[in-house]
């Protein structure tokens, strides 16, 4: 091997190149770790120039700031946004550098809708469960109850706006919606009225009960005025009503001839 020229060349320009490769490394690795690229300025706003109303400025120091570790070069942005998602009230965070000392993180704030379950969390208009400060949340609107099997959020949050639109028709409004682990519907509404709608197959099966229920709200409304307490649509050819003069059944028209 010692008198192989070539070979000898090529072992050295092999050395020659890795403490090359050593020294420049060690000359980046200087660089980067430079004071000037120590992050002095940690930005944060909202994305889409959207106002952030709940992610305020001591959360964010207390809970997200400590967790940054590096400078410029070396700090892991992963990291960084999962820091900041850990905050109260931040649905998703986005982090980039800024040359040559800065962060700049965009939060997305959730947009509560309502109570999720008996435990005090809140539920967003995007069917995502949050933990938060309940008083907050009030200030913004008036909070929708919604209970549901785990993992059925975003369905409850979408059927709560069927019934919004469907009850419209009768200037009335859910407050509450429970969706059982049995597959049943029950919503309360905004005059106390206790709804109790079951199981259906299909979205149209849970339709005709409500259409059912709206095509006589005003004849119950007649006899009954603010007594009524709440109504089972669960019978299929009618309805039963509890009240507070008693209780009663009512058939279909259709289903009596």
């Known amino acids: 091997m010692w008198h192989d020229a070539k070979l000898l060349n090529a072992i050295a320009n092999a050395l020659f190149g890795l403490v090359l490769l050593i020294l420049l490394a060690s000359g980046i690795w200087w660089v980067i770790q430079r004071p000037v690229f120590s992050l002095q300025t940690v930005r944060v706003e909202g994305s889409q120039q959207k106002e952030l109303r709940h992610v305020n400025a001591l959360a964010i120091r207390d809970q997200a700031i400590p967790k940054i570790k590096g400078n410029f070069f070396t700090t892991n942005l992963d990291q960084v946004r999962l820091a900041f998602e850990s905050v109260p009230w931040v649905r998703k965070a986005s982090v980039q550098r800024v040359w040559p000392?800065?962060?700049?993180?965009?939060?997305?704030?959730?947009?509560?809708?309502?109570?999720?379950?008996?435990?005090?969390?809140?539920?967003?208009?995007?069917?995502?469960?949050?933990?938060?400060?309940?008083?907050?949340?009030?200030?913004?609107?008036?909070?929708?109850?919604?209970?549901?099997?785990?993992?059925?959020?975003?369905?409850?949050?979408?059927?709560?706006?069927?019934?919004?639109?469907?009850?419209?028709?009768?200037n009335l409004e859910p407050?509450?919606?429970?969706?059982?682990?049995?597959?049943?519907?029950?919503?309360?509404?905004?005059?106390?009225?206790?709804?109790?709608?079951?199981?259906?197959?299909?979205?149209?099966?849970?339709?005709?009960?409500?259409?059912?229920?709206?095509?006589?709200?005003?004849?119950?409304?007649?006899?009954?005025?603010?007594?009524?307490?709440?109504?089972d649509m669960r019978y299929p050819n009618g309805l039963a009503l509890q009240s507070s003069t008693g209780s009663f059944g009512i058939k279909n028209k259709a289903s009596s001839k």
């Open 101 to 170: 000392d800065k962060l700049l993180v965009a939060l997305e704030e959730h947009e509560v809708l309502g109570t999720w379950g008996d435990d005090g969390r809140l539920i967003s208009t995007a069917g995502d469960v949050f933990t938060a400060n309940l008083a907050e949340a009030e200030e913004d609107t008036e909070l929708v109850g919604l209970i549901g099997p785990d993992g059925s959020e975003r369905e409850v949050v979408a059927q709560y706006r069927q019934f919004r639109d469907w009850f419209s028709s009768i």
């Open 175 to 231: 407050e509450a919606v429970s969706y059982s682990s049995r597959y049943a519907w029950t919503v309360v509404l905004n005059n106390g009225l206790r709804v109790e709608l079951g199981k259906v197959q299909d979205q149209g099966g849970l339709k005709r009960r409500v259409d059912q229920l709206i095509k006589v709200y005003p004849q119950l409304v007649t006899r009954l005025q603010d007594k009524i307490i709440s109504v």
